[in-house]
Protein backbone atom coordinates (compact mmCIF):
# COMPACT_ATOMS: atom_id res chain seq x y z
CA UNK A 1 0.00 0.00 0.00
CA UNK A 2 1.46 3.42 -0.83
CA UNK A 3 1.19 6.66 0.38
CA UNK A 4 0.04 8.47 -2.86
CA UNK A 5 -3.59 6.01 -2.76
CA UNK A 6 -4.39 8.20 0.65
CA UNK A 7 -6.50 11.32 -0.16
CA UNK A 8 -5.10 14.18 2.06
CA UNK A 9 -7.24 14.97 5.34
CA UNK A 10 -8.03 18.30 5.87
CA UNK A 11 -5.84 19.57 8.82
CA UNK A 12 -8.58 22.44 9.74
CA UNK A 13 -11.03 19.72 9.88
CA UNK A 14 -8.52 16.95 11.39
CA UNK A 15 -8.19 18.00 14.94
CA UNK A 16 -10.82 15.98 17.10
CA UNK A 17 -12.55 18.83 19.00
CA UNK A 18 -12.97 20.85 15.52
CA UNK A 19 -14.03 17.35 13.86
CA UNK A 20 -16.72 17.09 17.16
CA UNK A 21 -17.95 20.19 16.36
CA UNK A 22 -19.19 19.65 12.67
CA UNK A 23 -19.96 16.64 13.20
CA UNK A 24 -22.60 18.60 15.73
CA UNK A 25 -23.15 20.98 13.40
CA UNK A 26 -24.14 18.59 10.50
CA UNK A 27 -27.00 17.89 11.49
CA UNK A 28 -28.45 20.63 13.57
CA UNK A 29 -29.56 24.01 11.98
CA UNK A 30 -27.35 25.50 14.66
CA UNK A 31 -25.82 25.20 18.04
CA UNK A 32 -25.17 27.56 21.16
CA UNK A 33 -21.84 27.63 22.80
CA UNK A 34 -22.75 26.33 25.62
CA UNK A 35 -24.28 23.17 24.06
CA UNK A 36 -21.19 22.79 21.98
CA UNK A 37 -19.16 22.74 25.40
CA UNK A 38 -21.19 20.38 26.76
CA UNK A 39 -21.51 18.23 23.73
CA UNK A 40 -17.79 18.22 22.77
CA UNK A 41 -16.87 18.43 26.65
CA UNK A 42 -15.17 21.47 25.88
CA UNK A 43 -13.30 23.77 28.27
CA UNK A 44 -14.71 27.35 27.67
CA UNK A 45 -11.37 28.85 26.23
CA UNK A 46 -10.43 25.53 23.96
CA UNK A 47 -13.52 25.72 22.51
CA UNK A 48 -13.30 29.77 21.39
CA UNK A 49 -9.87 28.92 19.91
CA UNK A 50 -11.13 25.94 17.51
CA UNK A 51 -14.54 27.81 16.76
CA UNK A 52 -12.43 30.46 15.34
CA UNK A 53 -10.10 28.53 13.44
CA UNK A 54 -13.33 27.06 11.55
CA UNK A 55 -14.82 30.44 11.58
CA UNK A 56 -10.96 31.94 10.15
CA UNK A 57 -11.41 28.75 7.36
CA UNK A 58 -15.06 30.23 6.85
CA UNK A 59 -16.53 26.69 7.98
CA UNK A 60 -18.80 27.94 10.23
CA UNK A 61 -20.73 31.00 10.63
CA UNK A 62 -20.67 32.30 14.37
CA UNK A 63 -23.22 34.79 15.46
CA UNK A 64 -23.19 37.13 18.65
CA UNK A 65 -26.19 38.27 20.45
CA UNK A 66 -27.40 38.75 23.65
CA UNK A 67 -30.29 36.91 24.94
CA UNK A 68 -31.70 39.04 27.90
CA UNK A 69 -28.72 40.52 29.83
CA UNK A 70 -26.50 36.82 29.08
CA UNK A 71 -24.13 37.08 25.88
CA UNK A 72 -24.97 34.07 23.26
CA UNK A 73 -22.96 32.57 21.22
CA UNK A 74 -24.46 30.79 17.81
CA UNK A 75 -22.42 28.98 15.75
CA UNK A 76 -23.87 26.88 11.79
CA UNK A 77 -22.43 25.65 9.61
CA UNK A 78 -21.62 26.88 6.31
CA UNK A 79 -21.91 25.57 2.50
CA UNK A 80 -18.28 25.61 2.63
CA UNK A 81 -18.04 24.03 5.63
CA UNK A 82 -20.28 21.10 4.73
CA UNK A 83 -18.99 20.80 1.46
CA UNK A 84 -15.30 20.34 3.45
CA UNK A 85 -17.00 17.96 5.62
CA UNK A 86 -18.20 15.58 2.96
CA UNK A 87 -14.94 15.59 1.24
CA UNK A 88 -13.15 15.01 4.65
CA UNK A 89 -15.68 11.49 4.71
CA UNK A 90 -14.70 11.04 1.36
CA UNK A 91 -11.03 11.20 2.55
CA UNK A 92 -11.63 8.92 5.41
CA UNK A 93 -12.83 6.17 3.23
CA UNK A 94 -10.19 6.47 1.25
CA UNK A 95 -7.70 4.85 3.78
CA UNK A 96 -10.34 1.94 4.52
CA UNK A 97 -9.83 -1.19 2.54
CA UNK A 98 -11.10 -1.53 -0.85
CA UNK A 99 -14.30 -4.20 0.45
CA UNK A 100 -15.03 -1.85 3.64
CA UNK A 101 -16.47 1.28 1.73
CA UNK A 102 -19.61 2.63 1.02
CA UNK A 103 -21.39 2.54 -2.26
Request: charged share 25%; with cysteine; net charge positive.
Amino acid sequence: MTADRFDPLDPVIHSPLRLAVLSVLISARQADFNYLKKTTEATDGNLSTHLAKLEEAGYIRIKKSFQGRKPLTECSLTEKGRAAFSAYLRALESYLPAGTKKG
